[in-house]
């Protein structure tokens, strides 16, 4: 095996001192013109590669920063982590993405790799917000509200569970589902709240509202909660669902063409994120659209600003918006 080659071979090749490799490496404006171009030749001739993983150790920080998602299998994390990416490469950072796939302690090992490798910043939605602890290294939580420990950014969702239960009672359905879950996370809880506000603004009982819980937000837990709400007593039965997100309303669509239903027909579905699945759906799906990748970018802007001086945490929240599509449009 090659052996590698490292500083004080190149500068013995181009007949300078290791200080100078040094600085053409890290301040190459101090170095005379033809002296940096004959390291650089020599670095070209050698296949030289710094060792970053030193340079990192010395300064005790990184250019890379990380993201620690909720769930990488949901469209919706991938779509934040591309505006999260842009940001950093125009920043001249590099990007680890991280799968905490809802589980806690996963997530606390990752956070602890990450503190080890003296990344510049941490970026994460987090399983529980509350149990996160100050390491030193800057934190901004994304798609989760903070309570002024750290910055973030996030959208109105309660105003996104009201838009979405609003647009179906003004389609006329009185007797509405909402699927979601677990209901320890947050953005269940608050899209939840908002479908209840939206029933008290309408006049309606809160127990016009059927709540089917699920232990998470894949698509295969949407099915199952269409094989539920297919199995209520007809009296009872919701016209309309309101899904927390739009993976639990694409498995829904699945339930009700497998159950022979019609949608919107039988059952008129709202979804919740604007995936890029919700328009493709075999009955484009009405949905409550985040701004994703914005959201990203402005988490990462926001890192980047944490060492600057005199900083203060800022705490941005987009509004939501209603994007309507076959799902949803007969009226009763």
């Given at each position: 095996?090659?052996?590698?080659?490292?500083?004080?071979?190149?500068?013995?090749h181009?007949?300078?001192?290791?200080?100078?490799?040094?600085?053409?490496?890290?301040?190459?404006?101090?170095?005379?013109p033809a002296t940096?171009?004959?390291?650089?030749?020599?670095?070209?001739?050698?296949?030289?590669?710094?060792?970053?993983?030193?340079?990192?150790?010395?300064?005790?920080?990184?250019?890379?920063?990380?993201?620690?998602?909720l769930?990488?299998?949901?469209?919706?994390?991938?779509?934040?982590?591309?505006?999260?990416?842009?940001?950093?490469?125009e920043?001249?950072?590099?990007?680890?993405?991280?799968n905490?796939?809802?589980?806690?302690?996963?997530?606390r090992?990752?956070?602890?790799?990450?503190?080890e490798?003296?990344?510049e910043?941490?970026?994460?939605?987090?399983?529980?917000?509350?149990?996160?602890t100050?390491?030193?290294?800057p934190?901004?939580?994304v798609?989760r509200e903070?309570?002024g420990?750290?910055?973030?950014?996030?959208?109105?969702d309660?105003?996104?569970?009201?838009?979405?239960?609003t647009?179906l009672?003004?389609?006329?359905?009185?007797?509405?589902?909402?699927?979601?879950?677990?209901?320890?996370?947050?953005?269940?809880?608050?899209?939840?709240?908002?479908?209840?506000?939206?029933?008290?603004?309408?006049?309606?009982?809160?127990?016009?509202l059927?709540?089917?819980?699920?232990?998470?937000?894949?698509?295969?837990e949407?099915?199952?909660?269409g094989e539920?709400?297919?199995?209520?007593?007809a009296?009872?039965?919701p016209?309309?669902?309101?899904?927390?997100?739009?993976?639990?309303?694409?498995?829904?669509?699945?339930?009700?063409t497998?159950?022979?239903?019609?949608?919107?027909?039988?059952?008129?579905?709202?979804?919740?994120d604007?995936?890029?699945?919700?328009?493709?759906?075999a009955?484009?799906?009405t949905s409550?659209?985040?701004?994703?990748?914005q959201?990203?970018?402005?988490?990462a802007?926001?890192l980047?600003?944490?060492n600057?001086?005199?900083?203060?945490?800022?705490?941005?929240?987009?509004?939501?918006?209603?994007?309507?599509?076959?799902?949803?449009?007969?009226?009763?």
């Amino acid at each position: 095996m090659k052996p590698s080659v490292g500083i004080r071979e190149v500068a013995r090749h181009a007949g300078v001192s290791n200080a100078t490799v040094s600085n053409v490496l890290n301040r190459p404006g101090v170095v005379a013109p033809a002296t940096r171009q004959r390291v650089l030749a020599a670095i070209e001739e050698l296949g030289f590669v710094r060792n970053e993983s030193a340079r990192q150790l010395r300064a005790g920080s990184s250019r890379v920063i990380a993201y620690v998602v909720l769930d990488a299998a949901n469209p919706f994390f991938t779509d934040v982590a591309r505006g999260v990416e842009d940001a950093a490469r125009e920043a001249g950072l590099a990007l680890f993405l991280c799968n905490s796939a809802s589980d806690d302690g996963r997530e606390r090992e990752y956070l602890e790799l990450l503190h080890e490798q003296r990344v510049e910043g941490i970026l994460i939605t987090p399983v529980d917000a509350e149990r996160l602890t100050d390491r030193g290294t800057p934190v901004v939580l994304v798609d989760r509200e903070s309570n002024g420990t750290y910055c973030s950014v996030a959208v109105d969702d309660v105003l996104g569970g009201e838009l979405a239960v609003t647009h179906l009672i003004e389609n006329g359905h009185r007797r509405i589902a909402m699927i979601g879950g677990p209901l320890s996370i947050q953005q269940v809880r608050d899209r939840r709240e908002g479908a209840v506000r939206a029933l008290a603004n309408a006049g309606l009982p809160a127990d016009a509202l059927t709540f089917l819980e699920t232990r998470g937000l894949q698509v295969a837990e949407g099915r199952g909660a269409g094989e539920r709400l297919v199995g209520l007593p007809a009296s009872r039965r919701p016209t309309a669902a309101f899904c927390a997100n739009d993976l639990l309303a694409l498995g829904l669509l699945q339930s009700m063409t497998q159950q022979g239903l019609k949608v919107p027909g039988d059952l008129a579905v709202v979804g919740y994120d604007d995936i890029e699945f919700a328009a493709a759906a075999a009955v484009p799906l009405t949905s409550v659209r985040q701004p994703r990748e914005q959201l990203g970018r402005t988490a990462a802007t926001l890192l980047l600003a944490e060492n600057e001086p005199d900083h203060e945490h800022r705490h941005v929240k987009f509004q939501p918006e209603l994007v309507v599509r076959a799902s949803s449009a007969v009226k009763r």
